[in-house]
Nanobody
Framework: QVQLVESGGGLVQPGGSLRLSCAASGSILSIYVMGWYRQAPGKQRELVAAITSGGSTNYADSVKGRFTISSDNAKNTVYLQMNSLKPEDTAVYYC????????WGQGTQVTVSS
């Protein structure tokens, strides 16, 4: 059974930083892409950032220059460094792993507020 364990969410003031982590464990045969999505209240889930097994990255326009995604393939772990956070970044952030199957984490709340 595959599990994605997320950590690092919380409450931060505007302009602050947070680092999210997501560790995948279990029988994952192959991982092609690891990424982060977010869903704010009343809005659809959206892609924040993704990274392929080869290291190519993709970011939502709204986070370019502020967020950095990275991964440790040996540990099946993906990270999201979030800097210069804004109130509009407030959402539940979900880890996603795409391999032979698609896996999702349980979500971690990020709240940006003064």
């Amino acid at each position: 059974q595959v599990q994605l364990v997320e950590s690092g969410g919380g409450l931060v003031q505007p302009g602050g930083s947070l680092r999210l982590s997501c560790a995948a464990s279990g029988s994952i045969l192959s991982i092609y892409v690891m990424g982060w999505y977010r869903q704010a209240p009343g809005k659809q889930r959206e892609l924040v950032a993704a990274i392929t097994s080869g290291g190519s990255t993709n970011y939502a326009d709204s986070v370019k220059g502020r967020f950095t995604i990275s991964s440790d393939n040996a540990k099946n772990t993906v990270y999201l460094q979030m800097n210069s956070l804004k109130p509009e970044d407030t959402a539940v952030y979900y880890c996603n792993v795409q391999g032979v199957y698609d896996y999702w984490g349980q979500g971690t709340q990020v709240t940006v507020s003064s």
